[in-house]
């Protein structure tokens, strides 16, 4: 199943909420600063990170519904493991520390968004992530929003982007930019594919399986391309890949946990086909796909 779009907002709120993380990173003094300072930015908004050593969101919930009051409210009963808490009333954070720090980096900003967003901490003190928040199966608008002001701070404005356009249109220059700006590998490929100005697009998918009639195949997880991939051959609406498909060949396989650059063909609109070149990583999470046409393809 292709995951829902976690993160549309009409551009009216998506302003908004840019304007509110913007006005963070230069209360933060951050503004264009790679990696975050992340210390300074939560400072900035008076928040503070619990020890790692505190995390156990039972005994946090406890404390809260001893405390009474509405501040036991929340959003909404998270479904599953919860891997964030903001406690708006105690001004803290709490995350699992069992998260990759990219994911820690993230989530700690999704939190810093549902405080700093005045109608959100308005209406609730306590908000509890799981990882249906985080990529909600429900798409909710408070979500939705704490999820574009955590990109938006994490790559700190268009930096990414700049940086990116710089840089040879290639899966190297993910990979650079992921360890300068210390985001995951999975927000930071999207990040790529959204923003760049060439024509490019990238998918997420799950590991491969076995099914009874079909054989191996590789569920769409998600694909995000640039607007001139867009414009050129559309969105693209495979939910599966499976051998015979035109990015079968890019998938690791037997046991292997890269791609090298791999050239295959794609339509576009008009009927016109394009030779395209693609490479994957599979992280063992999920397989990271990167493809461009293939003369625009450079090696760095
Ligand atoms: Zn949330």
Known sequence: ????????????ELLKVETIATNL??????????????????????????????????SIKAYIAVKGTQVA?????AIGKIFGILDASEEIIHIDDSLTPGKQLFLTLHETGHFELPHQRKLFRFFEDSEQELEPSIADQFEREANNFARFVMFNGDAFKQR?????LAFASIKKLQSQFKTSMYASIREYARTHHQVCFVAALEPTE???ALGICAPVRRVEV????????????TTLITPGHALWPLIPLGGRRVTRPTTFILTDLNGDQHEFIGEALDTTFNILLFACPKKAFRTS
Do not use: C, N
């Not at 409210?73 to 009963?77: A, D, E, V």
């Not at 640039?226 to 609406?237: D, N, W």
């Open 1 to 12: 199943m292709m995951r829902p779009d976690d993160s549309s907002l009409s551009s009216g």
């Open 25 to 58: 990173l230069h209360r933060s003094d951050a503004w264009g600063a790679v990696p975050l300072p992340l210390g300074d930015v939560l400072a900035a908004a008076k928040l503070k990170l619990a020890p790692y050593s505190v995390f156990d969101p039972r």
């Open 73 to 77: 409210k929340t959003i909404k009963s």
């Open 164 to 168: 990116a356009a710089d840089m040879p």
């Open 210 to 212: 076995v099914r009874s």
């Open 226 to 237: 640039s607007p001139s991939y867009e414009r050129m051959f559309g969105r693209p609406q």
